[in-house]
């Protein structure tokens, strides 16, 4: 069973809470929050107060998405009760095996992010320590742009490897999804599809899904 997790990035800002529980009611798994530093990306979204703002007035477990340096500075202040997942990316961790284990010692599982153009080989010395690897299918930085197909043979291989090492970490994309590339993602392997701009953009959140699902089977 795929799982979906909406990035807040795309929701309404000023009703925050009320269109996080509009997706929620049509059935997603996870709530994908977007942390931009306007230094490893060229944006500034939200910090961590926006993040807590959201604890209990949903009930879905948070994904949080580091597209920051320094990392280990500010991982702490996004684990809460409802943390999950805390994914940093690769190209902004100098000693990403450490701030995997920082991540793990707080009590949250610890994932990694790759951008399109950086190789899955930069993986190969710490899959067996993620529980999800994050494959860009666009440049981070912005909701709305154009998937970049070259990431559902990224997704593909690393399906392979998992399969090979005998791991178990999920597999999330993120940027550009929508119900148009859903089959090929899910039939290369993938686990957890990040939506922004497509789902809340829909005016039928429920429809949304239904259609999404039925492309991904
Ligand atoms: C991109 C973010 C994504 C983005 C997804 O930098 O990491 O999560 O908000 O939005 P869409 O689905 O519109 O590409
Ligand atoms: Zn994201």
Redesign the pocket.
Known sequence: MIKLAP?VLSADFSALAADVARVERAGVQLL?M?IMDGHFVPNISFGSAVVKSLLGKTALPFDV?LMIENADRFIPEFVTAQTEYIVVHQEACAQLGRTLDLIRDLGVKPGVALNPATPLSVLDCVLAEVELVLIMTVN?GYSGQKFRPAGIEKVRKLAEIRRERALSFQIEV?GGVSPDNARALAAAGTDIF?TGSSLFGAADAAEWIRAFRRASE
């Open positions: 990035s994908h977007d998405h981070p993120d990040v």
